[in-house]
Structure formats: structure tokens, C-alpha cells
């Protein structure tokens, strides 16, 4: 019985309004079609085309075009699409809030991007903070967060946690000694305030629909610096012992919330870490071969248990 | 032909569906609860997160047991003999995955699709590894072994990814042929093109049913394929390293006449994949259509031996947003927000949740990429150097 056959049927037994019928059976005959993915992907990839060109352009050009006109342009731009933004924005709302128009998340992403290659060409043309970007970085995090919050965009939010990253990563760049130890305690301190800040907005119910982005950064951050630690050569117990407490939070918080990902995570994360431990202890070809069979075997055996119970039979 | 019944690939479809359009608010939520004990699929199936990490334990276990067997049977063994096991390995992973599917009902469950994946590679390298000595016979053995059981897989089991790799296989058939560049590229144009008759003629078979979508990627694919072997810019990294100079290098390296002609052909192209897919309204077909009438649009100034401007991925972007807006103009200027058959309205909750997805990551990938990076104190003019950056604070002024 196909879609239509089905749609038939439940309009016969009652299930479906005759009007239902209509609409879901145009639906599968793509009567309308929708082009809301395809119409954001252009805007999307012409923000991105655009910006790429003015960095670009900036680059090759400054000397020629001097920094009066060059800043000028970029103020221009940056004033326009803050003030399309600000003009058109609806009243704040701890909520979700739809966009007030349908260009308006690629004006404010423009914006944003646009106010990178600003301050970053004020910086190096003119060392307004005689070099310290982690300064800079520090302050976009926050003009960031700041315009996620006000303007409900998810867009800017990934930029204010990738600029607060590189804020940790930069501060730290300038230490001398023990970076790779010095990066992974930053890494875990930062995922940790993002994991923490995410829970506390959403707990106080600002922008909950955000958690979900903060949870995946900081989960990833975290899982990435553990594994650093635990391939270390030596004093890698206690960062494997921290890896199996993270895959543990990482599968329970996955099977309660049923949010998979996280469990794929305490997966594969584990699985490497563990296996590090082990194959790096062990003697000959065929007892790490013999190792990965049983191993993997063991793992899709637990995995096929978890799909089974909270998977699905369709 | 299909490893699965018609019929529960059929409620699989309806039951997602179904799931969509409650979602959406088409149905209500009591409608949803009833119909969907309707719509129960003997198939067993799991979600994208649970089936990669399957998928992956799946490829670790079976090459770590193919190597464990090498290890303790094979070791010292001649090319001949490793090559006979691979292949056999390869019967084995293929039996496997027919085994798992008929037995456990899996579908689109990682295992099933890594036993299949991991038979096509079997193959291959069992193929590289008997002939090891006869070059010729592996150019010719390998790419026909490739596409008949990477397409077959992909007709039994459904698995989008492998059409693909026959195109890929079906890519290398030519060169055995023949030493000319040019006539290597009109026969693999030739090949996809006699595929795409195929998979037209096929597809016509199948209008609104569960296999269209497998139809609609493999001819979006096809019409790629197409274009990307015309396109003489675009296909060796070599003259990729070339790109940005605008030299024109690809023109020497092949007649005039038949470079010309390409460059004519990257300018229809997209015009007839784009109506193709809009008489269609196949977004598969449609987003090939966007995609080569970009790659068209890019590839125009290194064809014509001009050179390339700062300027030109900002009138790139100008273009495509100008585009988007203009559309979605157009189309609310229709009754109810339709015209022609479209709408810039949201239909299905796949969209937001592709759109939530997409701006979570590439909002944190995109900055890095594309905007200038800091740099440590310089009194050089320029701009130029570092590599880090968060919020778009990476630095090459």
C-alpha cells in the first residue's frame, strides 16, 4: 500500500478529514514544494561568499585603498546590519523567538562576521590593543553572546563559543612551558564553564533551546582534552579514570534524555581511550588484532542492547 | 531484487511521514497516536547517532578479524593466495550483511551497511592484490567488478553512498581504453549519461513511491558527474594549484576546439539541471542544478585565462543572496504564499532540524575559514600569518 493508497484509507475510516487528505496527499506529490532549505542555504552561502571577498579584499587592497576608506566601508556595513537588526528586532524574551523576518539571522551573522574583520584590521593596522588578542577575543565573545541572546540566533552563538575558545587557546599560547598540559587543563575549564553556564540559562529558562548547542561544545571539548591526557606517556591514570567518569555522565545522560549522540560520544570517546591504555601495554600483532575483534564485538553487542531498548522497531 | 519487502519499505515511508507531519501540525497529536499503530514495519531500525557508532565498531571488528586471520594463517603467504582470501572475505562480509537483514530485520542499522561497504573494499584490494603483477588486468578487472557489485548493493540494500562509488569505478573504465585526456572525459560524460538514461527510465517506474528518493540522489548524482567530468577546471588538482593564477594552463593540455566546447557545456548544463529539477520539483536534482551553476560561475575566469579579482567571492555572495531574495519575493507574491507549484514556507520539520543542526556547527567552523586571523606584532604593512582565532579572529591582513 503506497502513501496515497494510505491516505485513502485513513480518510475513509475517519482518521482524516477530507481536508487533510487533500493537503497531505498534495504534500506527496509536492503540491506545494517547499524551498525554505534551499532559499536559507543561498543566503546563508552568499554571507559567507561575501565576507570571504572583503576579508580578501581588505587584505590585498588596504595599502592602495587606505584605512580611512577601508574602515569606512566596514563601519558602513557593520552600522547598516545592526541597524536592520536592532530596527526590526521584536521585545526580548526569555522564550524562543521566530525571526522577525526571513533575512534577518544572515543580516546579524553578516554583522558579525563583518565586526571580525574589522577589529582584527583595526588591530593590525593600528595595535589598538598592542597585540593582545586574547583582549579582543574576550570582548567578542561577550559583543556575541550579547547579540545571540538579544536576537535569539544560533548562528552568533557558535561564534561567541568559538571566540571564547579561541580566547582560552590564545591566552595561554603565550605560556612557555608545558603547553600541551597547560591547553588541556583550559580546555576542561572551559568546557566546564560552558557546560555550567549552559545549565544554569537553562535552568533559569533564558533561551533553553540553546542548551542543546552548549551541551554538544562542551562535551566535545571535554572529551578531546581527557584524550590528550590519557595519551600521555606517563601520569595518564587519573585522566583515565576522568575519561571514564565523563562516558559514564555521557551514557546516562544520553538513555535518560534519549539524546543518542551522547552516547555515541561515551562510545567511541571510551572505546579509544580505553584502547590506548590497553594496546600500549600489549606485546605482538595478533594479541591487538585478537583485542579489537573482541572488543568490537563486545561493543556492538551492548550497542545493539541499547538500540534495541530505547531504538525503535518502525 | 530489494532485500526488503515493497510493502515494509512502504510503511516505513508512511510511518515517517506520519511522524513529520505531526510534527508540523498537519495532524493532530490523537491522529498521530492512532495512525501510527498502522504503521508498524516489520524492519528494525535506529537512530543516525546509534547507527554510526555501529557502523564504526562494525568496520573495526571486521578488519581487525580479517588481520587476525592474515596474522595467524596467512603470514608469508604469496599475493595470490592473500588475494583468494580477500576475496573470499569479501563473499563473507556480503553474506553477512544479506544474513543480518534477513534474519534481524536490519535496515539502515550500521551493520548491515559496514558488512556491505567492507565487501566492496575487500573486493577491491583482493582484485589489486591477485593481479598485483598484471597492471593491465587490474585496470580493466577492477572498475567492472566495481560498479556491477557497488550497484548492486546499492539497488539490493538501498544504501545511497555506494551509487557514488560506481560512478567512481565507472570513472576509472575509461582510462583503459584509451591515453587521450579528452576522450577520457566524453567517455566517462558517455558512461553517466547512459546511466542517467537508465536511472530516468527507471525512476519514471517509481513516481511517489519509497524508491523515488534513491532515484532522485542517483540522477542528481549523475548530472554532478556529468558536469564535473566536462568541466575541465575542475578536475585535476594539478591545474586546481594553477586555479588561482588564471593562467589558463588547462587550455594548452587539450584541443581547442574540444576545450571551447566544454566551456559551452559548463554554461548549459545548469540551465537544464535546473529545469530538469524544477519540472521535476526534486531538490536533490535542483540543489546539483545551484551547486554546478556556482562551480560555473567560479570556474568562468580560469577558463577564459583571466584573472581572478578579490572582488569576486563578494559578488558571488551578492549573486546568491540577490537570488534568494528575489525568489522568495516571487513566490510571496503567490496565492497563499504558492507559485508555481512552490512555496519559501517550511513543510517539514526535517528542514528546521537540518537548519538547527547547520547553524550550531557551521557557525562554529565558518570563522576560522573565512575571516582574517591575528597575528603577533608586526611593522610590515601587510597583513599575513597566524592560524588561530575564535569569533573570526584569525589573522592575514
Redesign the interface.
Known amino acids: ?4 493508497a ?1 491516505l485513502k484509507h ?1 480518510r475513509e475510516q475517519g ?2 478529514s477530507q481536508e ?1 487528505y487533500a ?2 496527499a498534495g ?14 542555504v ?22 592602495q585603498l587606505g584605512d580611512l576608506l577601508v574602515l569606512a566601508v566596514l563601519s558602513i556595513i557593520l552600522a547598516a546590519c545592526f541597524w536592520y537588526c536592532f530596527s526590526r528586532a521584536p521585545a526580548w524574551s526569555l522564550a524562543q523567538t521566530p525571526a522577525p523576518t ?2 534577518f ?2 543580516v546579524l ?1 553578516l554583522g ?2 563583518v ?3 574589522e ?3 583595526l ?3 593600528f ?1 589598538v590593543l ?2 593582545q ?1 586574547d583582549y ?2 574576550l570582548a ?2 561577550v559583543f ?1 553572546f550579547f547579540l545571540a541572546y538579544r536576537f535569539d540566533n ?14 582560552f ?2 591566552t595561554i ?1 603565550r605560556w612557555p612551558d608545558h603547553q600541551d598540559a597547560t591547553y588541556r587543563q583550559y580546555a576542561i575549564l572551559y568546557s566546564l564553564l560552558v557546560g555550567i553556564s549552559g545549565a544554569l540559562l537553562k535552568w533559569r529558562g533564558t533561551k533553553a533551546h540553546f542548551f ?2 552548549y551541551l ?2 562542551a562535551a566535545n571539548v571535554l572529551f578531546w582534552a581527557l584524550l590528550s591526557g590519557v595519551f600521555n606517556r606517563y601520569g595518564y591514570g587519573v585522566w583515565f579514570v576522568a575519561l571514564l567518569l565523563a562516558c559514564g555522565a555521557s551514557l546516562a545522560w544520553g538513555l535518560t534524555r534519549r539524546q ?2 551522547f ?2 560520544y561515551a ?2 570517546y571510551g ?1 579509544i581511550g580505553f584502547s590506548a591504555i590497553v594496546v600500549r601495554n600489549m606485546r605482538g ?2 594479541a591487538i ?5 573482541f572488543t ?2 563486545g ?2 553487542v551492548a ?2 542492547q ?2 534495541r531498548h530505547f ?4 | 531484487m530489494r532485500a526488503y519487502p515493497a ?1 515494509s519499505e ?6 515517517k ?1 506520519l511522524a513529520d ?1 505531526a510534527g508540523e501540525g ?2 493532530t497529536k490523537e ?1 498521530f497516536e ?2 501510527q499503530q ?10 543516525i ?2 547507527r ?3 557502523f ?3 568496520l ?2 571486521v ?3 580479517v ?2 586471520f592474515y ?2 594463517f596467512l603470514s608469508g603467504a604469496s599475493g595470490q593466495t592473500d588475494g583468494i582470501f580477500l576475496l573470499i572475505f569479501a563473499v563473507v562480509c556480503y553474506a553477512g550483511a544479506e544474513v543480518v537483514v534477513a534474519r534481524a530485520r536490519l ?1 539502515r ?1 550500521g ?1 548491515e551497511e559496514a558488512l556491505a561497504v567492507c565487501s566492496i573494499a575487500f573486493s577491491y584490494v583482493g582484485i589489486v592484490v591477485f593481479f598485483g603483477e598484471s597492471r593491465s588486468t587490474v585496470d580493466l578487472v577492477l572498475p567492472v567488478v566495481g560498479v556491477a557489485l557497488s550497484l548492486w548493493i546499492w539497488h539490493r540494500f538501498g544504501l545511497w553512498y555506494t551509487f557514488p562509488a560506481t560512478m567512481i569505478f565507472a570513472a576509472l573504465l575509461p582510462s583503459h581504453w584509451t591515453t587521450s585526456h579528452a576522450a577520457v572525459r566524453v567517455a566517462v560524460a558517455l558512461l553517466y549519461g547512459l546511466g542517467l538514461a537508465g536511472v530516468i527510465a527507471a525512476r519514471a517506474r517509481h513516481r ?3 524508491v523515488e528518493d534513491d532515484y532522485s540522489l542517483a540522477e542528481a548524482l549523475l548530472w554532478l558527474g556529468i558536469y564535473l567530468a566536462l568541466n575541465l577546471q575542475l578536475w585535476s588538482l594539478q591545474m586546481l594549484g594553477h586555479w588561482w593564477g588564471g593562467n589558463g594552463r588547462a587550455a594548452s593540455d587539450f584541443a581547442r576546439p574540444f576545450y571551447w566546447t566544454t566551456w559551452a557545456l559548463i554554461w548549459v548544463l545548469p540551465a537544464v539541471v535546473l529545469v530538469r529539477g524544477v519540472r521535476e ?1 526534486d ?1 536533490f536534482i ?2 546539483v542544478g ?1 551547486i554546478v551553476s ?1 562551480l560555473t560561475l567560479v570556474s568562468n575566469k580560469p577558463y577564459l585565462g583571466w584573472p581572478r579579482q ?16 528575489l ?2 519575493r516571487w ?1 510571496a507574491q503567490g496565492a497563499g504564499g ?1 507559485r508555481g ?8 520539520g526535517k ?1 528546521r532540524q ?3 543542526a547547520s ?6 567552523v ?3 575559514s ?8 608586526t611593522e610590515d ?3 599575513g600569518g597566524g592560524a ?10
Open positions: 500500500m503506497n502513501i496515497f494510505r485513513w482518521a482524516i487533510q493537503y497531505l504534500l506527496c506529490r509536492g503540491e506545494p514544494s517547499s524551498l525554505f532549505l534551499e532559499l536559507n543561498l543566503l546563508y552561502a552568499g554571507v559567507l561568499a561575501f565576507v570571504a571577498g572583503l576579508g580578501w579584499t581588505v587584505t590585498t587592497w588596504s595599502q526571513a533575512v539571522d544572515y551573522y558579525s562576521l565586526w571580525c574583520v577589529l582584527a584590521y588591530e593590525n593596522r595595535h598592542s597585540g588578542w579582543y577575543l567578542t565573545a556575541f544560533r548562528f552568533v552563538l557558535s561564534l561567541a563559543l568559538s571566540s571564547l575558545a579561541g580566547w587557546g590564545l599560547s542543546g548547542t554538544n561544545v543518542f549522540v552516547v555515541a562510545a567511541v572505546y600483532e595478533t588484532l585478537a583485542y579489537f575483534v568490537a564485538v561493543m556492538l550497542l545493539v541499547i538500540a531504538g525503535r522497531r518502525a | 510493502a512502504e510503511t516505513l515511508r508512511a510511518r511521514l507531519w498537519f495532524v491522529q492512532r495512525l498502522e504503521t508498524i514495519s516489520d524492519l528494525r531500525t535506529t537512530n547517532f546509534l554510526l557508532v555501529l564504526f565498531f562494525t573495526v571488528g578488519g581487525a578479524a588481520g587476525l596474522e595467524i535496515y542499522y551493520i511517489f513511491d519509497y520539483k531538490r535542483m540543489a545551484g556556482v578579490t572582488w569576486d567571492p563578494m559578488l558571488l555572495g551578492i549573486l546568491l543572496a540577490a537570488v534568494a531574495l525568489l522568495r513566490l504558492v507549484g512552490f512555496t519559501a514556507a517550511r513543510l517539514s528542514d537540518w537548519m538547527n547553524s550550531a556547527v557551521f557557525g562554529l565558518t570563522p576560522q573565512i575571516t582574517p586571523s591575528p597575528q603577533t606584532r604593512f601587510r597583513f588561530s582565532g575564535g569569533g573570526g579572529a584569525g589573522g592575514d591582513f
